[in-house]
């Protein structure tokens, strides 16, 4: 009793502030409370029963999904481990094969082996052949060959053995054929292009060389030597008979070579502000001897023609040494001897002016090239100190300066000494024969003042 009046209580406590929405519907005795509740129990349990229905439906559908991902994922990892078994057993398989087939082929795997390591080798003959510059993209078919990873077939082998007898082939030939050949601005002409088998490729007069890098023919950057150009425009007219050309057995090696070869320009360049002022001092003595020969042999040339007419004194060296004898012939031979003396210290100078300085500037010369070595190698050990010794070039302007100066102070120093030897030898002759006509009139005039 006292519990069913509790829950009335309660009820009545919940209901309290529903029944200030509606109080018209508020039950009004113990015993409408009472009814209320049971009727709101009854409700609540029904709908209780409902969900609780309901839930016990839901959990039955989990464990339903929850049992079917389970027989899935157990599914998976039996699929996984047949997998895994069926890749072994492909493996096992795949070397039987393998290993039937080594067995299969016999000396075929060898020949195999023989032809993918000749093919690679012949494609690369091939890429830098000058007669591919004549019949490109031969190559193609060769490396491809020696790539493969099966035996190639009969009609393979056959093309292959045909490629290299046509190299053979043509490389004893000498043709023309028509092609584009690029210069060194970039410019590209057709014209005709001459090939000696596989050495060289020559147009209009000059070496070209094939670059398999582009594919091009292009002009050397600087030819060789002029003697080894020259014949080839008459090589290149002939149209019968043997005519000279230099070919390059390195088949265009050493062609590329010669263009890094350093040119006469380059040389100068390389000797710096030194070099260039030995190359003055060579070009001021050169121009000093050459006016002292030419004077010294206008002068030589009078007095020679002089000594054939004593009689009569010209405008020359001699001509004014005689004049002073016609002078002076009643003075004593003491007296003349002393004229003539003066005579000739008067010409003396004359012949022998600026000679001293062809001489000074032969010492100066290797003077200047050794100022230029120590520049060099002064320049040369900066480098090594800043940059260190692993880029060669970076010290190799320095040593080309060291060297190039040396060099051209000797080259200037040798043509100076030579010159001012032979100007010297000149000026002496003449001053010799000066003396000899000199000494001459005076034995004369002695003679002539005994009798």
């Given at each position: ?118 093919a690679g080798d012949f494609a690369g003959k091939l890429v830098g052949s000058n007669i ?119 088949r265009g090696t050493l062609l590329n070579i010669f263009t890094q070869k350093a040119s ?184 002539k003042r005994a009798d």
């Open positions: 009793m006292k519990k069913l009046i509790t829950t009335a209580v309660v009820a009545a406590s919940l209901s309290l502030t529903a029944g200030m929405v509606n109080a018209a519907d508020a039950p009004k005795t113990i015993e409408q409370l009472l009814q209320q509740v049971k009727t709101d129990r009854a409700a609540d349990g029904k709908v209780n029963a409902k969900r609780e229905a309901e839930f016990q439906a839901e959990r039955g559908d989990k464990a339903a999904l929850l049992q079917r991902e389970k027989n899935a994922l157990a599914t998976e990892k039996q699929r996984g481990k047949d997998l895994n078994q069926a890749f072994l057993d492909n493996e096992r398989k795949i070397a039987q094969l393998e290993e039937d087939l080594k067995t299969a082929q016999g000396d075929l795997g060898e020949m195999f082996g023989v032809v993918k390591g000749e591919s510059a004549q019949y490109p993209k031969r190559d193609a078919f060769i490396a491809d060959l020696g790539a493969r990873k099966q035996l190639p077939k009969i009609e393979e082998l056959e093309k292959f053995w045909q490629e290299q007898l046509f190299e053979m082939v043509e490389s004893g030939k000498v043709v023309k054929f028509e092609g584009a050949v690029t210069d060194i601005d970039g410019n590209v002409r057709n014209t005709t292009i001459h090939r000696v088998g596989n050495f060289n490729l020559t147009a209009d007069g000059k070496y070209v060389v094939y670059n398999p890098e582009l594919g091009l023919i292009q002009e050397l950057s600087q030819q060789p030597e002029g003697y080894q150009v020259a014949p080839i425009a008459k090589w290149e007219g002939a149209s019968s008979g043997a005519e000279k050309l230099y070919i390059d057995p390195a006469f320009e380059d040389r100068l360049e390389a000797g710096g502000p030194i070099g260039y002022i030995i190359i003055g001092l060579l070009a001021l003595g050169i121009l000093i001897g050459l006016e002292r020969l030419l004077t010294l042999t206008l002068v030589g040339t009078k007095v020679n023609a002089q000594r054939k007419n004593i009689a009569n004194p010209g405008n020359n060296a001699l001509g004014r040494i005689l004049k002073v004898y016609q002078d002076n012939k009643d003075v004593d031979v003491e007296t003349l001897e002393l004229k003539l003396d003066e005579a000739i210290l008067k010409e003396t100078p004359a012949l022998e002016a600026r000679i001293s300085i062809i001489k000074v500037l032969a010492a100066i010369a290797p003077m200047m090239g050794l100022l230029g070595t120590v520049t060099g190698m002064i320049a040369t050990f900066q480098s090594i100190q800043l940059f260190g010794t692993g880029d060669p070039k970076l010290m190799a302007g320095g040593i080309s300066m060291a060297l190039v100066t040396t060099v051209q102070g000797l080259i200037a120093a040798l043509p100076l000494m030579l010159v001012h030897a032979i100007v010297v030898a000149r000026s002496k002759s003449i001053v010799q024969t000066l003396e000899e006509q000199s000494a001459g009139i005076i034995a004369e005039h002695a003679e």
